[in-house]
């Protein structure tokens, strides 16, 4: 996957190298999924993944598969959520829709955006208070939308905030609060809950963004990156087996490393749950 970082960034990282020798402890399983596509964990460290057709497994914490959710119109999901208590989120851009399940993966909700004044949607999201985050590439507008009502709640244009119109978003995320945008040739921005931009963060990370505690995590190479929400900070956290892997998602106590067709189930180290 690409990634890029600052020169800032990378005087930092050099400063962090000598810190940076953990290792991880043997995999508790490997996962093989055909045309493996997302990868999301919940609160209970259940696996849930989709396959380029949009179908979506789930897998329990130890690896073994226990349910499977295949939708009736199918499509590539470009986004799969579960860290959320309640719901789980996914949308597909080529249907112009997105989904909410429950843990079981029985849909709750399956909607489009035709009657939500949204006109193409490249992005989404599942917020707070009933909210799905929306970025539309028709007007290069950051949408929070009102999923159980259909209703628009505010339209940030960010062409004029980011003074780009060539905004190529691959992803947006909301954690802990905060809205992240990721534009891979730029950077990734970091929003309120309101849609106001507080920061951009130097990090040109294309993956799908993982973030524990504090920190976001990225793979590059073959070692496990993190970046400090709080400090600014950038650590090179432990050398991988292999450069086989091409992105990360955490959970509570567990962590996947996702490769081609096959998903690598570690328990999460130490060195990673005790970071302050």
């Known amino acids: ?15 962090w190298e000598a810190k940076s020798q953990q290792s991880l402890p043997d995999p508790i399983a490997e996962i ?8 999301s964990l919940d609160t209970k460290d259940q696996i849930f993944v989709s396959n380029t057709s949009g179908d979506i497994y789930l897998f329990d914490s130890e690896g073994k598969q226990i349910n499977l959710y295949s939708p009736e119109r199918q499509g590539r999901l470009d986004q799969l959520e579960a860290s959320w208590t309640v719901n789980i989120f996914s949308f597909s851009a080529d249907l112009q829709e997105y989904r909410i399940f429950d843990r079981f993966l029985n849909p709750l909700a399956v909607k489009g955006f035709s009657q939500s004044e949204i006109t193409l949607a490249k992005a989404a999201t599942l917020g707070n208070n009933n909210l799905v985050w929306v ?4 007007d290069l507008s950051l949408k929070s939308l009102d999923y159980l009502r259909s209703l628009i709640i505010q339209s940030q244009p960010l062409n004029l905030i980011l003074s780009n119109n060539d905004l190529r978003v691959s992803e947006i995320r909301e954690f802990k609060n905060r809205l992240f945008m990721n534009i891979p040739s730029e950077g990734i921005f970091m929003f309120d809950n309101q849609g106001n931009l507080i920061q951009k963060i130097s990090l040109k990370i294309d993956q799908k963004l993982c973030f ?12 496990l990156m993190a970046f400090s929400l709080s400090t600014q900070a950038i650590l090179k956290m432990a050398l991988l087996p292999n450069q086989e892997f091409e992105y990360l998602q955490m959970g509570q106590t567990r962590m996947t490393l996702i490769g081609k067709n096959k998903i690598t189930l570690y328990p999460l180290p130490f060195w990673i749950r005790n970071l302050r």
């Open 1 to 15: 996957m690409k990634s890029g970082l600052s020169a800032f960034a990378l005087i930092i990282l050099f400063a």
């Open 135 to 138: 970025w539309d590439e028709s």
């Open 212 to 223: 524990y505690k504090e920190y976001l995590f990225w793979i590059q190479g073959e070692y």
């Open 32 to 39: 093989p999924v055909e045309y493996l596509d997302l990868v």
